[in-house]
């Protein structure tokens, strides 16, 4: 069973985070999801998805389900049990993440439980996965990102694909989560990989990767 932290920061993208949330509390090989959600970031919530509320509310507001598995953490708390790398933790996720969150990480500043919690999963070569989601992106973005990058840190912009001839955005979006569950190293039911051919001669699958 495996522990896995979740930041929501200032970007747009809400929905995202939203659907993460609720497929990590239905995936039967994740005990626990430590969330942290920033200042910007419950703004975010209420402009994009009209999520007000805060504690247990919020993951019930979020998810849509009465669970225990996600329990929320103040972002001042930089004494959290998620700030030590001698808490055992399998993985972290900041999504949306926002550009300045990826500054704070890239220079090394730690001034709340989000940096810090990123830090901790970096120092201790656990997964890391930022999802930023901003356009256009300027030499700074990029140069941050880089260095992120080479510190460990996978980066995965919430760029989802259409080869899987997405319906609504729910599909669209879920595919793209279902994706991070890949990069987390967690099992799931959903098919997330091109398997070459083209519609019409059996195979399975569109174009994925080089292909799109």
């Known amino acids: 069973m495996k522990r896995i932290t979740v930041a929501i920061t200032g970007a747009s993208g809400a929905v995202y ?4 949330l609720y497929h990590l509390d239905r995936s039967a090989e994740v005990s626990h999801v430590h969330v942290i959600v920033s200042a910007p970031g419950r703004r975010v919530l209420l402009e994009e998805l009209d999520v007000a509320a805060t504690g247990d509310g919020l993951a019930r507001e979020l998810t849509g389900l009465d669970t225990s598995k996600l329990s929320f ?4 708390d930089i004494g959290a049990s998620i700030a030590s790398g001698s808490y055992p933790s399998d993985g972290m996720v900041i999504i949306p993440c926002s550009m300045s969150t990826i500054g704070a990480l890239a220079s090394g500043a730690v001034t709340n439980l989000v940096h810090r919690a990123a830090d901790v999963t970096l120092k201790e070569n656990r997964r890391l996965v930022l999802v930023p989601r901003e356009t256009p992106l300027h030499s700074i973005h990029l140069e941050n ?5 080479n510190a460990g840190a996978m980066i995965v912009p919430a760029m989802p694909g259409f080869y899987h001839r ?3 955005i729910e599909q669209l979006v879920d595919h793209f989560v279902f994706r991070l569950f890949d990069h987390l190293g967690l099992a799931h039911d959903r098919s997330t990989m091109w398997r070459g051919g083209v519609r019409g001669t059996g195979a399975e699958g569109s174009r994925e990767g080089g292909c799109e």
């Open 73 to 76: 953490l103040p972002n001042s």
């Open 17 to 20: 985070a939203q659907r993460l």
């Open 166 to 168: 997405p319906e609504s």
């Open 145 to 149: 990102l880089l260095r992120l990058r």
